[in-house]
């Protein structure tokens, strides 16, 4: 069976690169200290630009599970809106208060809605018996309120349509505010005191945890009825939470909400809206603009140390073709070509940089795993940091050793013999 020129040469080159690959891993088992200094730039690199994509990562996921998240399928509508400097909050400040006409309004108009919860809140201490918790957020809310929000009880009930139909005065409450006041004590029935109010707790709220250094468990919900008979100040202004059909109808659904109140508020067709729209993907925009910003420095610098772990790198590579000159007169002379030469080095070179560029990624999940178990801190390495990084730096290895591995190549293999004799 005859073999095929192209097979021949196929088999030829990956024998060429074998061998070449074994000489450049020996000639770098041979230098360990040098080659270790010269990775240091490549390390650095990959280590600043791993840990900062596993720490920016994992605080997207974080933001976007615990902050953005305001329920499945779900966006928020009040006065102010999301405001970003002092002009903005002064003029969304002078906006007509939502109402529950509003909510009302959208409960009977909107199609794309499968649920539609009414929401207001206040801070007060709360008291039982001798006992006192400070700074509790009073949350009056409908019964859709716990559904959209995805809140669930974990002793006795959640609030039902009764208790706002008749203002009742019953409430939810907190874990925090339960470990607190009811150390060892059922609370399910007990009586609380708030401002001038009084509630019977009906249920104990599974616990949320906290959302940067917040607890989301410090709470009391009653009624949002019985909360604007007892608790609504002049400015208050009910905030509204709009659950869609789907996911894929909550553009539909914002645009539907956006009509209805435009068209009952009666504003202008060219005019702005006077009421604020919180989207999921509204607050994960402005928070990638926060983190552009880190992330941009974090490039600067990696590729600071980059350009400086390549240019070491060239270094070295001149040095080792001056180290080697009757090597590589040698192995001219016994019928390499030029491409066998610059193979050689560009292998050694991009071997090099690669090696820099694994411990880098080694030494940047050891970090993120340190800090992970040691501080509340999220973090979660993407495989895509893991694979640019690896990438990255096999490519500086390659650009910067072009110039010795060309260098080398032009060697007069007579000239090369003779510089050593």
Same mark, same amino acid.
């Given at each position: 069976?005859?073999?095929?020129?192209?097979?021949?040469?196929?088999?030829?080159?990956?024998?060429?690169?074998?061998?070449?690959?074994?000489?450049?891993?020996?000639?770098?088992?041979?230098?360990?200290?040098?080659?270790?200094?010269?990775?240091? &730039?490549?390390?650095?690199? $990959?280590?600043?630009?791993?840990?900062?994509?596993?720490?920016?990562?994992?605080?997207?996921?974080?933001?976007?599970?615990?902050?953005?998240?305001?329920?499945?399928?779900?966006?928020?509508?009040? /006065?102010?809106?999301?405001?970003?400097?002092?002009?903005?909050?002064?003029?969304?400040?002078?906006?007509?208060?939502?109402?529950?006409?509003?909510?009302?309004?959208?409960?009977?108009?909107?199609?794309?809605?499968?649920?539609?919860?009414?929401?207001?809140?206040?801070?007060?201490?709360?008291?039982?018996?001798?006992?006192?918790?400070?700074?509790?957020?009073?949350?009056?809310?409908?019964?859709?309120?716990?559904?959209?929000? *995805?809140? *669930? $009880?974990?002793?006795?009930?959640?609030?039902?349509?009764? %208790?706002?139909?008749?203002?009742?005065?019953?409430?939810?409450?907190?874990?925090? $505010?339960?470990?607190?006041?009811?150390?060892?004590? %059922?609370?399910?029935?007990?009586?609380?005191?708030?401002?001038? &109010?009084?509630?019977?707790?009906?249920?104990?709220?599974?616990?949320?945890?906290?959302?940067?250094?917040?607890?989301?468990?410090?709470?009391?919900?009653?009624?949002?009825?019985?909360?604007?008979?007892?608790?609504?100040?002049?400015?208050?202004?009910?905030?509204?939470?709009?659950?869609?059909?789907?996911?894929?109808?909550?553009?539909?659904? $914002? *645009?539907?909400?956006?009509?209805?109140?435009?068209?009952?508020?009666?504003?202008?067709?060219?005019?702005?809206?006077?009421?604020?729209?919180?989207?999921?993907?509204?607050?994960?925009?402005?928070?990638?603009?926060?983190?552009?910003?880190?992330?941009?420095?974090?490039?600067?610098?990696?590729?600071?140390?980059?350009?400086?772990?390549?240019?070491?790198?060239?270094?070295?590579?001149?040095?080792?073709?001056?180290? /080697?000159?009757?090597?590589?007169?040698?192995?001219?002379?016994?019928?390499?070509?030029?491409?066998?030469?610059?193979?050689?080095?560009?292998?050694?070179?991009?071997?090099?940089?690669?090696?820099?560029?694994?411990?880098?990624?080694?030494?940047?999940?050891?970090?993120?795993?340190?800090?992970?178990?040691?501080?509340?801190?999220?973090?979660?390495?993407?495989?895509?940091?893991?694979?640019?990084?690896?990438?990255?730096?096999?490519?500086?290895?390659?650009?910067?050793?072009?110039?010795?591995?060309?260098?080398?190549?032009?060697? *007069?293999?007579?000239?090369?013999?003779?510089?050593?004799?």
């Amino acid at each position: 069976m005859k073999i095929s020129p192209a097979r021949t040469s196929t088999r030829h080159t990956l024998v060429a690169l074998q061998e070449t690959f074994w000489i450049a891993l020996d000639t770098l088992r041979s230098h360990k200290l040098r080659t270790f200094l010269t990775l240091l &730039g490549v390390m650095l690199a $990959v280590t600043t630009l791993v840990a900062v994509m596993s720490v920016l990562n994992g605080l997207n996921l974080y933001i976007a599970d615990k902050v953005a998240n305001l329920g499945s399928n779900a966006f928020a509508i009040d /006065r102010i809106g999301i405001v970003t400097n002092l002009e903005q909050w002064n003029k969304a400040r002078k906006r007509p208060q939502l109402t529950l006409d509003d909510m009302d309004a959208l409960r009977e108009g909107m199609k794309l809605a499968a649920n539609i919860a009414g929401e207001q809140e206040t801070s007060a201490d709360v008291r039982f018996g001798n006992g006192l918790s400070e700074d509790v957020r009073i949350i009056g809310a409908t019964p859709e309120y716990t559904e959209i929000r *995805d809140i *669930d $009880v974990s002793n006795g009930r959640l609030l039902a349509p009764v %208790d706002e139909d008749h203002r009742a005065g019953v409430c939810v409450i907190g874990q925090d $505010v339960a470990a607190k006041l009811f150390d060892g004590i %059922d609370p399910i029935g007990q009586e609380i005191r708030a401002g001038q &109010g009084r509630y019977e707790i009906v249920g104990v709220a599974a616990p949320k945890g906290s959302v940067l250094g917040q607890t989301q468990d410090n709470f009391v919900m009653i009624p949002l009825g019985t909360y604007r008979k007892e608790w609504l100040t002049p400015q208050d202004s009910v905030q509204i939470f709009v659950e869609a059909r789907s996911r894929q109808e909550m553009s539909a659904a $914002v *645009d539907e909400a956006r009509m209805i109140l435009r068209a009952r508020r009666h504003v202008p067709y060219e005019t702005e809206d006077n009421f604020g729209i919180i989207e999921p993907s509204t607050l994960m925009g402005i928070w990638d603009n926060l983190t552009a910003n880190v992330f941009g420095v974090a490039v600067w610098v990696t590729s600071v140390f980059l350009v400086v772990g390549g240019i070491v790198i060239m270094n070295i590579m001149l040095a080792s073709v001056t180290e /080697r000159t009757r090597e590589i007169g040698l192995r001219k002379s016994l019928g390499a070509r030029r491409r066998h030469i610059v193979m050689q080095f560009l292998v050694e070179s991009s071997l090099l940089a690669a090696s820099g560029g694994l411990l880098g990624i080694a030494i940047a999940l050891g970090v993120a795993a340190l800090v992970r178990s040691a501080t509340s801190i999220p973090i979660a390495t993407p495989v895509f940091a893991v694979v640019i990084s690896l990438l990255l730096s096999t490519s500086v290895g390659l650009f910067f050793g072009i110039y010795p591995a060309m260098r080398a190549a032009r060697l *007069d293999p007579i000239e090369a013999l003779r510089a050593e004799a």
